[in-house]
């Protein structure tokens, strides 16, 4: 099993600074400064076919080349926000190997020649931001960021960012105005972070996830034919995939992309918890439509192009796993519940849908639900879904419009036996 | 007044940006690690360091859950019910937990010292049933555990005099 990032797995101590360039750390940012021009580093990167781990799946090198040739003032912003429910490897990434999303965010800055990196790091990541900003500071003594990079007359420092808790500030444009002490809301697009006008102080800005720069330092010493060497054509490289809920052995499991998904849960993971068979997957945490557990979707390669073709999405690969004996409409209820108390409030189908949404699965679970309810959880979604400024109504839908599709009979029944329902533990 | 008391912490942040108001979020943690919780003078504080509108302090205050313009107990405890801790326990761990310091959702307790609370998801999944207490996560908690914390952190906030006094 190859580790480009999970690297802690085999090198405990990749953490710190000696380990870490004793183990071949900061070769890749040495080599670009020295040898490759940032045109030759993106075309590296488009070339390794890299796909963005936030969540969209996007090229990154292609990204990179959307910032305007003659732009003054670029930046380079990682993603640190993590917070989408089951996802929690940029976590493990940023505490046991954070010199590699330094090097990555580092070599993302001297593609496009930005002026600063910023990490966008969620508030409740307080003791990881702290220990980020001495390993940053270790990078700054070594002068492999800051002034005169490496003797190259390159500038760029990187400083953390702390978020204070709010899932919407994960979505880039949100993100950026939290970043510029503005309300964390998304952004009308055009323009794009890329464009003039749309990024960090509305110059030309690259935001990326903290896994997908992780990749970058590797593809820059190896090369992108190595990298696509790993995974498949279209989705090359290894992926963290979080594995949480009913799974005998949670955690994050690095894989080459490709894999099927009873490798994943039964090889890798241990199977499901207490023996219980799998009755549902959400490969995406709460943001993608949740799969039945059948032996087609067991089967099938997790690459991104497979995922969709199942009528899901890879995304972030959170992957929360769900038993027999899981209630799904009090699983759709707390998935509504979360995108109803994340809704930033800005667009008004989101805002108000998932408030109607969230107390029509309240309704359910109390027992008073009625057929009406359920003509009303599939016409709402379509009043939010596709008309929001940012995806967040788009995936507030999911959890509603699969359930209905994959698991109708359990909303039958809690609309015909009223005293049917979830433990009292469970109706919060 | 932060300004006097924090001039080197207050510079450092601004340093990091070329506009002072990015600073704002920094300064609200700043302020609530200095009075405890945002009042509504430590919110004019911070808008008049970043040169913003009173009002606007409030609605960044207002938006994220690591702000509060209440007082919170000492030890602020936030217990993630989202979906995949809930599988693992999270929902029932909250109960017992409400119980035994004898408040309700949200509820602080008579003597000042917990707050209780739920939250969204904290990335710490695999690692569930969790909790954040201020600043730093409690993870893999059994009840047994969480009381356990809850009964070390009332020997913490007991006034030193009253430590020496039994030492």
Not at chain 1, 240 to 264: D, M, Q, W
Not at chain 1, 407 to 425: L, T, V
Request: net charge negative.
């Amino acid at each position: 099993m190859i580790h480009i990032l999970l690297r802690d797995l085999e090198i405990p101590d990749i953490w710190q600074f000696d380990t870490y360039t004793a183990n071949g750390g900061y070769d890749g940012l040495k080599k670009a400064v020295h040898d490759l021009s940032p045109a030759e580093t993106i075309q590296i990167v488009m070339d390794s076919n890299l796909r963005g781990r936030g969540g969209a799946g996007f090229s990154t090198g292609r990204k990179w080349s959307f910032i305007p040739k003659d732009a003054e003032t670029t930046y380079v912003v990682v993603n640190a926000d993590e917070s989408e429910p089951g996802t929690f490897k940029d976590r493990q990434l940023l505490e046991k190997n954070p010199h590699q999303v330094i090097e990555g965010a580092m070599l993302a800055a001297y593609a496009i020649q930005a002026a600063a990196v910023y990490v966008y790091c969620r508030g409740e990541f307080w003791d990881l931001a702290h220990a980020l900003e001495d390993r940053i500071e270790e990078a700054r003594q070594a002068n492999l960021v800051g002034d005169d990079i490496l003797g190259t007359g390159w500038d760029c420092d990187v400083h953390v960012h702390l978020g204070a808790g709010a899932y919407i500030c994960g979505e880039e444009s949100a993100l950026l105005n939290s970043l510029q002490g503005l309300l964390g809301q998304p952004r009308v697009r055009p323009p794009f972070p890329a464009q003039m006008g749309g990024g960090l102080y509305y110059q030309p800005t690259v935001v990326n996830n903290v896994e997908t720069l992780a990749n970058v330092p590797w593809i820059i010493v190896n090369g992108a034919d190595a990298y696509k060497k790993i995974g498949t054509p279209e989705s090359p490289g290894t992926k963290i995939f979080c594995v949480s809920g009913h799974v005998a052995k949670p955690g994050n499991y690095e894989i080459p992309l490709g894999l099927t998904f009873r490798e994943l849960i039964y090889d890798h993971a241990g199977g499901i918890l207490n023996g219980k068979r799998l009755k549902a997957i959400l490969p995406s945490g709460a943001s993608g439509p949740v799969l039945k557990a059948t032996d087609e979707v067991l089967d099938a390669p997790l690459t991104y192009e497979s995922v969709a073709a199942l009528g899901s999405t890879l995304g972030s690969a959170s992957f929360i796993l769900m038993d027999e004996d899981t209630d799904m409409v009090w699983a759709a209820a707390k998935m509504i519940h979360f995108f109803k108390d994340e809704s930033c409030g800005k667009c008004t189908p989101c805002r108000e849908g998932t408030y109607w949404l969230d107390k029509i699965y309240a309704r359910l679970l109390r027992g008073e639900g009625t057929a009406h309810d359920l003509e009303m959880l599939e016409k709402v979604p379509n009043q939010i879904a596709g008309v929001t400024l940012c995806a967040l109504g788009d995936f507030a839908v999911n959890p509603v419009l699969a359930t209905l599709e994959h698991f109708r009979d359990e909303y039958e029944q809690y609309i015909h036996q009223p005293e049917f329902g979830p433990e009292p533990a469970q109706a919060l | 007044m932060l300004a006097e008391k924090h001039a080197d912490r207050i510079n450092k942040i601004f340093a990091k940006y070329p506009d002072k108001r990015s600073g704002v979020m920094d300064l609200l943690y700043l302020a609530q690690e200095e009075y405890g919780w945002l009042t509504e003078d430590a919110l004019r504080e911070v808008a008049d360091l970043v040169d913003i509108d009173p009002t606007q302090a409030h609605s960044i205050a207002g938006f994220y859950t690591m702000f509060s313009e209440k007082p919170k107990g000492k030890y602020w405890l936030q217990v993630c019910t989202d979906l995949p801790c809930a599988l693992r326990g999270a929902d029932t761990f909250y109960r017992e937990l409400c119980a035994y310091l004898g408040v309700e959702d949200g509820g602080t307790t008579d003597d000042g010292l917990f707050t209780v609370e739920q939250v969204m998801c904290l990335a710490a999944c695999d690692r569930a049933p969790m909790m954040q207490c201020n600043f730093h996560f409690h993870e893999h908690l059994t009840i047994e555990a969480a009381k356990e914390l809850i009964e070390k952190l009332r020997v913490q906030a007991q006034p030193e005099t009253q430590e020496d006094g039994g030492a």
